[in-house]
Structure formats: C-alpha cells, structure tokens
C-alpha cells in the first residue's frame, strides 16, 4: 500500500506558474504508474497527465499538451506536475495517484491510491 501527499496548490494569476509534488510513503514508488487529475466544482474528475514507472513515457490531456509537465524522482519516491501558463480554466483540486498496473493509465479506473487533493486556483 502506498499513501499519497500532495503540495504546492494556491491561488495564480492567469499566465502565472506552480509546481505540484506528491510524495508517496514506502519503499515501493518505482514499481508504480503514477497520475495527476483534477476535479473542478460540479464536475467529472478528469485525466490531466501520467507518467510510467520508469518515466520513459508521459500522457498529457490535449487541453495540457505543451503547458504542464509530469515528472517524478524514483529516489525521492516523488511525482511532480510542473503548470506553465495558466488558465482560469485549470481551476480544480488536484490530485496525484498510483496504479499497480500500468495499463491505460489515462483512465482514473486503473488507479489504486488517491491522496487528498491540492487546490489550484488561477484569477483571470
């Protein structure tokens, strides 16, 4: 079991940056895909970026493609999601997470462990 810790929300200007971390307990990160969504009011939660075990490969919704940037640090047992040019709509709680499998990690279905959310807020 892995518990995760997000940080690094708060509120933005539009066109500002921030960098989310989440750190993941256990001597296990590396045998873990790892994910960010996010969750806006009244909506779905929605696929923002993943990144495999190794970090080889990286999936970015399209609306994200070219501003935000999904990393991690094995020996740190930590997964970042750097945000570049913001948007009043990237507005959300965000949240990292771990899939056992790594398997059609865009999907939020295939993954195992959720931490508790950051809030990202981004004023126009």
């Known amino acids: 079991q892995v518990q995760l810790v997000e940080s690094g929300g708060g509120l933005v200007q539009a066109g500002g940056s921030l960098r989310l971390s989440c750190a993941a307990s256990?001597?296990?990160?590396?045998?873990?895909?790892m994910g960010w969504f996010r969750q806006a009011p009244g909506k779905e939660r929605e696929f923002v970026a993943a990144?495999?075990?190794?970090?080889?490969?990286?999936y970015y919704r399209d609306s994200v493609k070219g501003r935000f940037t999904i990393s991690r640090d094995n020996a740190k047992n930590t997964v970042y999601l750097q945000m570049n040019s913001l948007r009043p709509e990237d507005t959300a709680v965000y949240y990292c997470?771990?899939?056992?499998?790594?398997?059609?990690?865009?999907?939020?279905?295939?993954?195992?462990?959720w931490g508790q959310g950051t809030q990202v807020t981004v004023a126009s």
């Open positions: 990144i495999t075990r190794s970090g080889s490969s990286t």
């Open positions: 256990g001597r296990t990160f590396s045998s873990y895909a």
């Open positions: 997470a771990a899939a056992v499998r790594e398997h059609n990690i865009v999907s939020r279905y295939q993954y195992n462990y």
